[in-house]
């Protein structure tokens, strides 16, 4: 009987154990951990909007880039970046305090007349996530960590995003 009750005890244990390790995995974070978008590419802009894509970079190093308008590579493209260049370029962020220093924007300022968003076409909306915490800066004054996501993902050379210095960071 000894034997019955135990072998039901690590039965239990065991069916604990494995739904624990389902339900981690069904949480798992799949968002990405740093996003650059540049332009107005969650609106649609019939005339008077500059170029428009978009970067995610995710924890295990993936990079995703959706070219949306005027730019030399247009669609969906990934890669991946090695862990040490990620955790140089997460240290960039640490480093200006991105997460405890900017303000949260929501971009729903931006109005939905084409002609009244010339004026943003080459701004740039920066997501960061560290743990829990994650903040959102829609600002012209980012232009160092915009270089260093270029520089990280290889985007000027992966998707010819160069022209992003002349244009943004002046």
Request: charged share 30%; with cysteine; hydrophobic share 40%.
């Amino acid at each position: 009987m000894k034997k019955y009750s135990f072998l039901l005890d690590l039965l239990v244990v065991l069916v604990l154990l494995a739904m624990t390790c389902q339900t981690n995995m069904a949480f798992a974070d799949n968002r990405p951990i740093i996003t650059l978008s540049y332009g107005t590419p969650y609106l649609i802009c019939d005339e008077g909007c500059g170029p428009s894509f978009i970067i995610k970079i995710f924890e295990d190093g993936l990079v995703k880039y959706k070219g949306i308008r005027l730019v030399e590579v247009l669609g969906s493209d990934e890669h991946r970046i090695d862990k040490s260049a990620l955790e140089k370029l997460i240290k960039k962020f640490e480093k200006v305090h991105f997460i405890d220093t900017i303000v949260e924007v929501n971009p729903s300022w931006m109005t939905t007349n084409a002609h009244d968003r010339k004026a943003w076409r080459y701004v740039s909306g920066i997501r960061f996530r560290q743990g829990l915490q994650e903040r959102t800066a829609y600002k012209r004054d980012q232009c160092e960590l915009v270089n260093e996501i270029i520089k990280t993902t290889d985007a000027e050379t992966l998707w010819e995003l160069g022209w992003i210095r002349k244009y943004y960071c002046k």
